[in-house]
Every structure is written in structure tokens, then in C-alpha cells.
């Protein structure tokens, strides 16, 4: 950086710092990759953990068709909506009311979603990574 950035106080007593809108960008950056390794780090460690992986199927039906975790790995195991609820012990309906989006399901529904996909359950997680409890499951 060639020059130094302004540092001055806020009304509040912050510490604020000015600095050229390239040097932002370039820690945003840094930032940005920071946080990737810290994920490949965690999936690193899940896979070490023995906790299962993704094939690369699902991961593209994911991607690739914007399908839910959920869809993606019961399409991979090629079972019907109402297959896997039996399987799982589950409503069809609420298998698909979670396949679109409509609920997350608890983390016991998770698991036995999970269990009956032979899928890691960190593999049917919500967007947020935490599993959500839904008190209308049937």
C-alpha cells in the first residue's frame, strides 16, 4: 500500500480507518479465501471423521438442477417419494413438503432420512448448516 489510511473516531468512540477502496477490496478478498480453507478444513475433517462424503452426482442434481439435498439423494437412489417415507417411517407428504423446501424436519427426521438414503447426515442439512425443528411432521 502506498499510503497510509486515516484513522479517526466516531461519535461513539469507534475507531474507524479509511483506506483506498482497492486495499478494501483486496482484504475483502483475503477474507473470502480465509473463510474457504476454514471450509475445506471442516470437510476435511468430517471425511477423516469417517462421516461420509457427497458423489458427485448429487452434488451436480444440487447444483445443477437447483434440486434439494433431500431430492437429490433420493433421485440418486432411485426411489420414489413414497419408497423412501416408508422406508424412513415417514408421511410421503412430508417427504415432499421437505424436498421443496416447505420444512426442514427435526433432527431425528433428519436421521432417519439419512439412515434411509445410506447419505451422511451432514448431507441433508439446511442452507443455514443447523437442522431445523418442524412441529407438523406426521
Same mark, same amino acid.
Not at 440418486?76 to 422406508?87: D, E, H, M, N, P
Not at 421437505?98 to 445410506?118: F, N, P, V
Given at each position: !500500500?502506498?499510503?497510509?489510511? +486515516?484513522?479517526?473516531?466516531?461519535?461513539?468512540?469507534?475507531?474507524?480507518?479509511? *483506506?483506498?477502496?482497492?486495499?478494501? /477490496?483486496?482484504?475483502?478478498?483475503? #477474507?473470502?479465501?480465509?473463510?474457504?480453507?476454514?471450509?475445506?478444513? !471442516?470437510?476435511?475433517?468430517?471425511?477423516? =471423521?469417517?462421516?461420509?462424503? !457427497?458423489?458427485?452426482?448429487?452434488?451436480?442434481?444440487? *447444483?445443477?438442477?437447483?434440486?434439494?439435498?433431500?431430492?437429490?439423494?433420493?433421485?440418486?437412489?432411485?426411489? @420414489?417419494?413414497?419408497?423412501? #417415507?416408508?422406508?424412513?417411517?415417514? @408421511? +410421503?407428504?412430508?417427504?415432499?413438503?421437505?424436498? =421443496?423446501?416447505?420444512?426442514?424436519? /427435526?433432527?431425528?427426521?433428519?436421521?432417519?432420512? #439419512? +439412515?434411509?438414503?445410506? #447419505?451422511?447426515?451432514?448431507? *441433508?442439512?439446511?442452507?443455514?448448516?443447523?437442522?431445523? @425443528?418442524?412441529?407438523?411432521?406426521?
Amino acid at each position: !500500500m502506498n499510503h497510509e489510511p +486515516q484513522r479517526f473516531s466516531a461519535p461513539d468512540g469507534t475507531e474507524m480507518v479509511i *483506506l483506498p477502496a482497492s486495499e478494501y /477490496s483486496r482484504l475483502k478478498l483475503l #477474507a473470502e479465501e480465509g473463510d474457504g480453507v476454514a471450509t475445506a478444513r !471442516m470437510i476435511e475433517a468430517r471425511i477423516a =471423521a469417517g462421516e461420509g462424503t !457427497m458423489p458427485g452426482e448429487v452434488l451436480d442434481m444440487i *447444483l445443477d438442477e437447483d434440486l434439494t439435498p433431500l431430492a437429490a439423494w433420493r433421485r440418486y437412489r432411485g426411489l @420414489s417419494q413414497a419408497a423412501l #417415507a416408508r422406508k424412513a417411517g415417514l @408421511s +410421503q407428504v412430508w417427504v415432499g413438503r421437505i424436498e =421443496a423446501g416447505g420444512g426442514y424436519g /427435526s433432527r431425528d427426521t433428519r436421521r432417519k432420512l #439419512a +439412515q434411509a438414503l445410506g #447419505a451422511p447426515g451432514w448431507a *441433508l442439512e439446511d442452507e443455514r448448516g443447523t437442522v431445523s @425443528s418442524d412441529r407438523s411432521e406426521a
